[in-house]
């Protein structure tokens, strides 16, 4: 199975992907529709892709997310999809069917009506383009689909699959309009026909403009008249800048932790009528070892580190605490979480402990290291971090430790052609399940390449979770799992990200854009008169 997950595309200086939010007012605040405006929002992501047959960055699967529908969506504050093009949908055979009932009255923004043919088609599509930055490979279980009549559509499954309702939840799932896509090419004008609460009307390098689709048929009850998506392209200052002037009404996606931190605590940004509030992310932050490397290849040199590292001095002091330490695969909020690492390695250094796993391995003189690191991809943090942790496996005198930076590009052929032995990953999820936080690690093909293998995960355990329904039943087998890993060392989790916003006070519904589904809802925004 090709894995192609959205490894995180890192915009703050803290090392995490941070989406910027601002929760203010109260989730059950209704605006009467003539008091409805249209709303400004910033980030510094670009948008790689209009097709959903393409584009696996963040500022695609935002303008998936408010322009296309999926069969299924999911809540504020909710892991478990539920319908939203669909009335109604079911597995049965064992998770390897699963049946969905569209909704009365779908429509595309052309007019166009929106049947089971379409929904076939999105998802034959897809697989058949196979695009290199497209979300193919989530799709991987799928062996074929029936449609009996207009409003049914049946998924044939290669294996029992309880995910598969969480990745058609996701953009993945997107529904495009046969008649106007291509079946074996890209939609390349830039323009879109989707079903969804929104159309684009406009998109450009520096900004992309939805209008509210006025006969959109689904679950989003929109609050705002439109939304300007101005892009900011890495520019983080310009950003901030365009925020403290008013000419954005929320900072989504690109400030630096600095940044975030500074507004936190200033007293100006509350004279200004700004607020910066957190919310809950599930990107995560890995150190992964190549077990072919001479030198971390050796278990004892692995648990040595895994002694030797400090995640709260590192959230605290690189990532201005928007970031929490991290002790499991699968972080905190998703079903599965634990503790393995904590329980085998601590909280705090313990450079005794790392002494005698080298020396009873026969290691006395310094461990010579490097940890390879890439800013270009995961922020520019990304170099103080690495540098920090070699930092503090050289106070203990038993490492020898350097941090290299190289730009993205050779940084994914070094870890391809096993050059590096130490190198970090980051990982934002395409659905809210422990599996997205597993399968992509452990299974086949893994987006690693660190050379490590268990058939106990691969063969047994991902599986067999796999044909699990009730999600909250696959507990045990994934806290198993990473007891399996924290023993085998073939990586070290570092830190969880927090989400901030920074927004005028102005600015309600928020608090339902930002959650672990990684869905930012257009429709939940909204603008006090």
């Given at each position: 199975m090709k894995v192609r997950t959205r490894l995180s595309s890192t915009l703050v200086a803290g090392g995490m992907a941070t989406v910027?939010?601002?929760?203010c007012g109260s989730e059950d605040q209704i605006w009467p529709s003539e008091s409805k405006s249209g709303v400004v929002v910033g980030m510094s992501d670009g948008i790689v892709a209009t097709d959903p047959a393409s584009g696996y960055d963040p500022g695609s699967w935002l303008l998936f997310n408010n322009v296309f529908q999926s069969l299924l969506s999911f809540p504020p504050g909710s892991s478990t999809p539920v319908p939203e093009a669909a009335e109604e949908c079911n597995f049965s055979n064992g998770s390897k069917t699963y049946a969905c009932t569209l909704r009365d009255g779908l429509k595309f923004s052309n007019g166009n009506d929106l049947t089971s043919?379409?929904?076939?088609?999105?998802?034959?599509?897809?697989?058949?383009?196979?695009?290199?930055?497209?979300?193919?490979?989530?799709?991987?279980?799928l062996?074929?689909?029936?449609?009996?009549?207009?409003?049914?559509?049946?998924?044939?499954?290669?294996?029992?699959?309880?995910?598969?309702?969480?990745k058609i939840a996701s953009g993945a799932g997107s529904i495009v309009d046969r008649r106007v896509y291509p079946k074996n090419a890209l939609l390349e004008d830039g323009k879109t026909v989707g079903s969804g609460p929104y159309k684009l009307d406009s998109i450009d390098k520096s900004k992309a403009v939805f209008s509210v689709y006025?006969?959109?048929?689904?679950?989003?009850?929109?609050?705002?008249?439109g939304v300007t998506l101005r892009l900011f392209r890495g520019d983080q200052q310009e950003l901030r800048a365009a925020l403290?002037?008013?000419?954005?009404?929320i900072a989504y996606r690109g400030l630096t932790a600095k940044a975030v931190a500074a507004l936190d605590t200033s007293s100006a940004t509350k004279k200004d009528g700004?607020?910066?509030?957190?919310?809950?992310?599930?990107?995560?932050?890995h150190l992964v070892f190549n077990l072919d490397d001479p030198v971390v290849g050796k278990m004892a040199v692995r648990k040595a580190i895994a002694h030797l590292v400090d995640r709260y001095a590192l959230v605290s002091e690189v990532y201005q605490s928007t970031a929490t330490p991290l002790y499991s695969i699968v972080p905190v909020g998703i079903t599965g979480h634990g503790t393995s690492f904590f329980d085998a390695?601590?909280?705090?250094?313990?450079?005794?402990?790392?002494?005698?796993d080298l020396r009873n391995a026969g290691i006395t003189e310094k461990v010579k290291l490097t940890l390879w690191s890439t800013p270009s991809r995961y922020g520019p943090a990304t170099d103080d971090e690495l540098r920090t942790i070699a930092d503090q496996l050289n106070r203990s005198g038993l490492f020898d430790a350097q941090m290299k930076s190289v730009p993205f590009d050779q940084y994914e052929k070094g870890i391809a052609e096993g050059k590096y032995g130490v190198y970090v990953k980051g990982w934002v999820p395409d659905y809210p399940d422990p599996d997205n936080f597993t399968q992509p690690f452990f299974g086949e093909n893994n987006v690693l390449s660190n050379n490590y293998e268990n058939t106990e995960i691969s063969?047994?355990?991902?599986?067999?979770?796999?044909?699990?329904?009730?999600?909250a039943n696959t507990r045990q087998d994934f806290i198993r799992l990473q007891d399996i890993v924290a023993q085998q060392l073939p990586l070290l989790p570092l830190w969880q990200g927090k989400q901030y916003a920074v927004a005028h006070e102005k600015v309600r519904g928020l608090q339902n854009c930002l959650d672990t589904s990684t869905v930012f809802r257009f429709w939940e925004l909204g603008i006090a008169s």
């Open positions: 910027l939010l601002a929760g043919a379409d929904v076939k088609y999105s998802f034959d599509r897809t697989i058949e383009i196979d695009d290199p930055a497209g979300p193919a490979p989530m799709l991987s279980t062996k074929s689909i029936d449609t009996p009549d207009d409003k049914t559509v049946v998924f044939h499954l290669k294996v029992p699959d309880a995910t598969f309702p969480s006025s006969d959109y048929h689904g679950t989003a009850d929109v609050q705002n008249s403290e002037k008013g000419d954005v009404d700004l607020e910066v509030v957190q919310g809950n992310s599930a990107e995560v932050q390695y601590g909280d705090t250094p313990q450079p005794n402990r790392a002494k005698a063969d047994r355990i991902i599986p067999r979770t796999a044909s699990v329904a009730d999600r």
